[in-house]
T-cell receptor
Framework: DAGVIQSPRHEVTEMGQEVTLRCKPISGHNSLFWYRQTMMRGLELLIYFNNNVPIDDSGMPEDRFSAKMPNASFSTLKIQPSEPRDSAVYFC????????????FGSGTRLTVV | GESVGLHLPTLSVQEGDNSIINCAYSNSASDYFIWYKQESGKGPQFIIDIRSNMDKRQGQRVTVLLNKTVKHLSLQIAATQPGDSAVYFCAELKGSRLTFGEGTQLTVNP
């Protein structure tokens, strides 16, 4: 298995532009998570899905952030409009629900908003 | 609010020594406590977990200790190797929600 696949690896965009981050979870995993990592705030859970349904989006910072999971093999995190303070590394993770050791992270997308 | 945090931001050890990384938590309702390792440019990688009703669990070269009385979690790495250099996070799992602590940078000196 290729693991959790995120794209792009790096994204540089101008303030005000729309940014879309993509994630392909591990096949067979039924939970998907989006995290944001910054030096100031560490790893923060933004939103997670069980069986493609959003369960908890309380970590989504503002209405500018939205996430979708149209099917079991794909999810997007969109920021519109982007701001410099959104600069961070965004991680996607997937797991088989109730399997603690199976929580697997992708390599992340480093987003820079200038 | 409830949180998971780490005592020390950095730890430097000599190759071959044992390392101990500590973590304090405040949410007693967590189901599991977990240690992750994050290398530069990569996502966190699972190391070992411990169920909240246990106090010790051993893996290959790693041991996790849970002291519920003082709400303290530790990761012990035996015979630390250069490849162990990374940031280590403790995390707590409640249901499907995984909450991370701040991270400790472990540096192994040759």
């Amino acid at each position: 298995d290729a693991g959790v696949i995120q794209s792009p690896r790096h994204e540089v965009t101008e303030m005000g532009q729309e940014v879309t981050l993509r994630c392909k979870p591990i096949s067979g995993h039924n939970s998907l998570f989006w995290y944001r990592q910054t030096m100031m705030r560490g790893l923060e859970l933004l939103i997670y899905f069980n069986n493609n349904v959003p369960i908890d989006d309380s970590g989504m910072p503002e209405d500018r952030f939205s996430a979708k999971m149209p099917n079991a093999s794909f999810s997007t995190l969109k920021i519109q409009p982007s701001e410099p303070r959104d600069s961070a590394v965004y991680f996607c993770a997937s797991s088989l629900r109730d399997r603690v050791s199976g929580y697997t992270f992708g390599s992340g997308t480093r987003l820079t908003v200038v | 609010g409830e949180s998971v945090g780490l005592h020390l931001p950095t730890l430097s050890v000599q190759e071959g020594d044992n390392s101990i990384i500590n973590c304090a938590y405040s949410n007693s309702a967590s189901d599991y406590f977990i240690w992750y390792k994050q290398e530069s440019g990569k996502g966190p990688q699972f190391i070992i977990d411990i169920r909240s009703n246990m106090d010790k669990r051993q893996g290959q070269r790693v041991t996790v200790l849970l002291n519920k009385t003082v709400k303290h979690l530790s990761l012990q790495i035996a015979a630390t190797q250069p490849g162990d250099s990374a940031v280590y996070f403790c995390a707590e799992l409640k249901g499907s929600r995984l909450t991370f602590g701040e991270g400790t940078q472990l540096t192994v000196n040759p």
